[in-house]
């Protein structure tokens, strides 16, 4: 069966590497757990999850991969909202990628399905079986 989106496609590990390629594309930064404090704390956070950490008057957002990149990333606020707002243009690039992808093939059958024509195709596709 054909992949109906890109994540659909991509492994798990593939996943999670393209959200870190964002992060750092966001202005986050990888802190690597290289110590044995570090590991240890690495392991206590929940994997692949945004936290965030207060301090003082500002918000940190953490990021923790233990599996792909063995580090945590820390962003700010604005690293954050640039981050969301990079999810969110994805996500309208897929579906409108995914709505092209669905309507170009021409030897599609839709009469096979009740569209297309016959019975039940016209005003309100009155087919009946939604």
Known sequence: MACLSLAGCESVRDQIADRENSLAAAGFVARPANTPQRQ???QKLPPNRFLQKPFGDHVLYI????????CIYV???AA???Y???VQAQNLA?????TADMYEDASWNWG???WGG???WGPGWGGGWW
């Open 40 to 42: 240890e704390m690495l």
């Open 63 to 70: 990021y923790s991969d233990p599996k792909v990149c063995n």
């Open 75 to 77: 962003g700010n606020q």
């Open 80 to 82: 954050y909202g640039r």
């Open 84 to 86: 969301q707002s990079y």
């Open 94 to 98: 897929d579906q409108q990628q995914m």
């Open 112 to 114: 096979m399905w009740g």
């Open 118 to 120: 016959g019975p039940g």
